[in-house]
DNA sequence: GTGTTTACAAACATACACGTATGTATCTAA
DNA sequence: TTAGATACATACGTGTATGTTTGTAAACAC
């Protein structure tokens, strides 16, 4: 094969990352062949390897192109708290749910992540730094509500690093359940889903009610 | 190797079921082997092929031995929905979360079911009888959230099938982060999460209020 | 007591995915 | 203009999982 100029490589790049998304969403990332992926590109797993490492590496890659930028707007979101963090808290949480209704390739590698792909010990480094990732995320979600707390929109009595890890499993449970559902608009729901959540919170009862 | 009595056989399946379990969390379903699973038994493949078809079966096998309890006793629920549904509704919740913070069984299995086995267009079959299975239980839960609705304690404009649909996703939510996290006592917080979330519901806006 | 079936173990045949090594045509820089 | 680097394609060796077949000793029926 020839060799091509430094843009058209970049864009062979693009393409087997737009192949992987197809074949992991399609088969499974385990099940899933680099060939599969090539093939799926037109090329050849000489290619693949090429680019990257191995499947480990443009899986990871994948992963990136989507959640770089969502990782990027919560930073921006933390830097400015605003006057009403609580409210902009919400409509960030439904920017987030219409985002995975509309972009079909944010949609694609949220599929994989929750249902195509398996952790386990032998992918550990993977996992560790995801698990490095969401702990970040939790913890400004966290102070993101204590900011709120401060503001008097939610009760003194609630355990902010317990309410932000109800809220993202909330959010990720949303998700979840509606990538196997499909039936209703998302984006359209996004709002009273996040603010029925956040009556909960204003409301939620002192800890040992239970 | 020598023919057994139909208790010891029932009891092999048992053990090749329990090293599933074992084998499945730690390397994850793709990536386990049949012989990964026999050895962790103390068998061979033999013993595999004569109880089960396949890994498909193995596993499906695996997972009805804790799904099925619970499918029981929300239909219990069903069948008698009580004074206060949605107080009932909120025990039930916080009973599930307990559960799996304190069986090792249900643990394992809920963890391989949610981080550790791929979706794809080849387990086709197991993933329509699973949304199916899915579908059956957030009607339930709709059904139980409008006998909620009559009684008042849930405002009259709530879509209540809406409701199950996020109850349901927060649920399963909440399991999944804290399989991640396992920081706190999530037997000693499900009580209070359940609460926090129902208070959401009593005090939902209205849809149109995006 | 004998025959048959059961409950596995052991051996085999096939297939496939991975990594790597090597080939090669083009681009680029000096 | 040419030497080397680049961007892939092709080919090969190896490991490994799967399904199946065959072997076999004990349980059970009669």
Redesign the pocket.
Known sequence: ?????????????EQLLDAAERVFHAKGVA??????I?RDA??????????F????DIFTAMCDRVTLPMQAMLDAQLADPGEDPLGQLASDGARILSLVASDPRTLRVFEIILFKTELSEVVAEVMAEEAERAATCRNQLATILRAAQQKGQIPAHVDCYLAAFALNGYLIGCIREWLELREFDLAQRAEWLMQTFYMGLRHAPPLDAA
Do not use: P, V
């Open positions: 094969m020839a060799r091509r100029t430094k843009e058209q490589a970049a864009e062979t790049r099940r899933a062949t680099l060939d599969d090539a037109g090329m050849t797993r000489g290619a693949i390897y090429w680019h490492k191995n499947k480990t």
